[in-house]
């Protein structure tokens, strides 16, 4: 039988979660996708949902993670900024070091 070994980070502000594996997520689709809510639909959340995510990033953040653009004749969008493709960068660099420790740590729990 199989152990592993499963961990999961955020980030926390003030004591409450500011970005993690959904919001990670969220981030990477917006940028794949250009919009919202098509990022939105993608992981089964309402678009309020979503802003709401959005907005508590660019609110809390040191600066704007995602650009959101107004509808119109052209249609609106959204685009993820410098900033955002960083952390996004950061954050799975730290989740892959994580996971190699937790691979290693699984090896020698299976030994006990």
Request: proline share 2%.
């Amino acid at each position: 039988m199989e152990k592993k070994l499963h961990i999961r980070c955020w980030i926390t502000m003030d004591q409450e979660k500011f970005f993690g594996p959904g919001r990670l997520q969220l981030l990477a689709l917006i940028q794949s996708e250009g919009s919202l809510s098509k990022a939105a639909q993608q992981m089964g959340m309402s678009y309020k949902k979503a802003w709401d995510m959005v907005n508590d990033l660019n609110s809390r953040g040191s600066q704007p993670y995602v650009i959101l653009k107004k509808g119109g004749e052209k249609g609106g969008g959204a685009e993820i900024t410098r900033h955002a493709q960083i952390l996004i960068s950061r954050f799975r660099a730290l989740e892959e070091k994580m996971e190699r420790m937790a691979g290693e740590e699984a090896a020698i729990l299976e030994m006990l």
